[in-house]
């Protein structure tokens, strides 16, 4: 499976179908670089047929939600045998820094996307695009806006443009400023670039209609001062430009041809495009123009995607970082063991649409343990110990047991596993009063070791507190697995087992959902309140459990299935050579369902 398996039919294909039949974007020309109407149309004829991309902010990680843009937009753009542009919308140097462009391009490239036909992150012909590559021709553009009277400077306060906007069902107010000759505009928006005014005091605004019944076309705000440090172009800008202004900017000078966003879009679009028609109208952008889709965002139970709570977690100590295995962060995923192509196949299996709807954390985790079933190879781990001495075999003796490395695929052959007279057992697997329905191992009851014999339990040894610390068990030498007489005695019960001679001890971390409600932050009644509540206390637990020898050789990133317990892997930042640190990527059912 891959991003180009992705291809199930929604309305977003159907629209480039229609587009790519009716030759829409025909005559679309590409230079490689940004440039005006006729620098473009002296380039080489682009060989795209279709051009996505992806824009994310480089203020935080990123989370599970873009990890479905990533695998739309990539994933479009591979099946079109088009081309997907990485681009950072770095238009706030307040918040930026370079710690999070490096973790959002290593984890574009972890999910499989980067590139459409080369997937190396330093691929010439797939280059890293920024925002900020384009603030000359924002500016200049905005020049242009203010030049043929469609901008102008405003002088109000925050306070006052806010109540003058209006309401949903009362029209905005024009600024008192909205008349300024296109001379004054021109000089005070030049004092804005140079520095020479204070930050709030002025910003450039659009001029559309402040009557519109849409309130994005009420005079918007295109750029505010800003005395901030860039961390790519230092303090050559006093001026930034505003997200709903940069953004179709940028598509255009990119040649994007479908630029998707989410839904809380929808009502930006007519501003995007009456932007790109004003630009297209004089020349200064070529058409085609893109063309803005809108898809349902991923709404995810059981988790948080708001990077300032999700900062707040992280900032507080409620994790131990953003990459923390428990964190709705792709860096986190892929630290908890998570897959690239569980995420591919979620994606696909939940769809595409128009219309939000909450999808259960289970589905993501059912395609986990999908894909893990499929490629792990098992392997014994004893989590909760108990000695199990067997008194009638030699203390000196051992001998080796074969256990399938995958049951589903027996070309992976066999490994041993040696028995010897003292093991490890699962504590629960043993019970001196068991309750109904229990057929693992209880006094004077019998069960298969498996791939070994079948022992009958005789007594058990206990401390001063009475808690269990050994049971004592016969093996009939007879009922070997493989053997002949391997059926000779029937039972009801299978364990797993570790020979406490060999085994070898690793930590081992079980996660679970760092949520325990599916709509954290919110109540019965869906009213608000504290959504640090609803933080389940037992989302990591740390034990020191028993593995087979072989473990010890795993590497960091390593995935297996420890059997009965689910899929772990070892850890990508505590693992050390020989010395593993398992986390629990998931169960190997879902034990949430019993709980709702």
């Known amino acids: 499976m891959s991003i180009d398996s992705l291809a199930a039919t929604n309305f977003i294909r159907n629209i480039i179908d229609a587009d790519l039949a009716g030759n829409a974007y025909a005559t679309r020309r590409w230079s490689g670089k940004p440039g005006t109407a006729a620098e473009q149309q002296h380039a080489p004829a682009d060989t795209a047929k279709i051009r996505t991309r992806f824009p994310p902010e480089p203020n935080g ?99 006052d443009m806010r109540a003058n906007r209006g309401s949903l069902t009362e029209p905005g107010k024009s600024s008192p400023f909205r008349n300024r000759s296109v001379t004054e505009n021109l000089q005070m928006f030049r004092e804005m670039r140079d520095g020479k005014h204070a930050e709030g005091s002025h910003v450039l605004r659009a001029k559309i209609d402040m009557s519109s019944p849409n309130i994005n ?42 630029s998707l966003c989410t839904l809380e879009f929808e009502d930006q679009r007519p501003w ?40 707040q977690l992280v900032e507080q100590g409620h994790v131990s970082g953003w990459d923390d295995p428990r964190m709705p962060t792709i860096v986190g995923a892929r630290r908890r063991g998570f897959t690239p192509k569980g995420f591919q196949l979620f994606v696909e299996r939940i769809g595409v649409s128009k219309s939000d709807s909450w999808i259960d954390m289970s589905v993501l985790e059912d395609c986990q343990r999908e894909v893990m079933n499929e490629a792990c190879l098992r392997r014994v781990a004893v989590l909760d110990p108990l000695k199990l001495e067997i008194t009638n075999y030699d203390a000196l003796a051992s001998e080796s047991c074969l ?92 364990i797993h087992w570790l020979s406490a001679r060999h085994a070898v001890a690793a930590e081992v971390r079980l996660f679970d959902r760092l949520f325990s409600v599916p709509y954290p932050g919110r109540g019965v009644d869906n009213s608000t309140q504290n959504f640090l509540d609803d933080l389940n206390p037992a989302s990591k637990q740390v034990v020191t459990a028993y593995v087979e020898p072989s473990l010890s050789l795993a590497a960091a990133d390593d995935r297996v299935q420890f059997e009965r317990h689910g899929y772990f892997v070892a850890d990508r930042v505590d693992s050390t050579p020989g010395k593993p640190v398992w986390n629990r990527a998931v169960t190997l059912r879902d034990s949430w369902s019993t709980q709702k």
């Open 61 to 159: 990680y990123l989370h599970f939600g873009h990890a479905k843009s990533i695998l739309l937009n990539f994933g479009l753009a591979r099946d079109y045998g088009g081309v997907c542009h990485l681009r950072f919308d770095d238009t706030n140097p307040e918040k930026e820094e370079q710690e999070f462009v490096d973790g959002i391009i290593d984890a574009v490239r972890w999910l499989g996307g980067r590139n459409c036909t080369n997937p190396a992150v330093d691929n010439p012909a797939s280059p890293i695009y920024f925002a900020s590559d384009y603030f000359d021709w924002m500016y200049r553009f905005a020049e242009h806006l203010i030049e043929h009277g469609d901008a102008y400077v405003d002088s109000q306060s925050a306070d």
């Open 217 to 258: 076309l009420r005079d918007p705000a295109l750029y505010r001062i800003k005395h901030a440090h860039h961390h790519r172009h230092g303090d050559k800008w006093h001026i930034y430009p505003m997200y709903a202004y940069a953004h179709p900017i940028e598509d255009a000078l990119e040649n994007i041809t479908h």
């Open 272 to 311: 995007y495009d009456w932007l790109l028609n004003k630009l297209a109208e004089v020349g200064e952008l070529l058409r085609p123009l893109p063309k803005q889709i809108e898809f349902s965002r991923l709404n995810l139970t059981y988790i948080i995607t708001s990077k300032r709570f999700l900062k």
């Open 403 to 494: 256990a399938p490395n995958h049951p589903q695929k027996p070309e992976l052959g066999k490994r041993e596993l040696t028995f010897s007279r003292e093991l490890w057992i699962e504590r629960d697997d043993f019970a001196e009063v068991p309750p109904k329905g229990f057929f693992r191992l209880t006094p004077g009851g019998m069960v298969r070791l498996r791939f070994a014999y079948v022992i009958k339990c005789t007594s058990v040894e206990k401390d001063a507190a009475g808690r269990i610390t050994k049971v004592l068990a016969e093996y009939l030498p007879e009922t070997k697995s493989g053997s002949s007489g391997a059926d000779a005695v029937k039972v009801k019960g299978n």
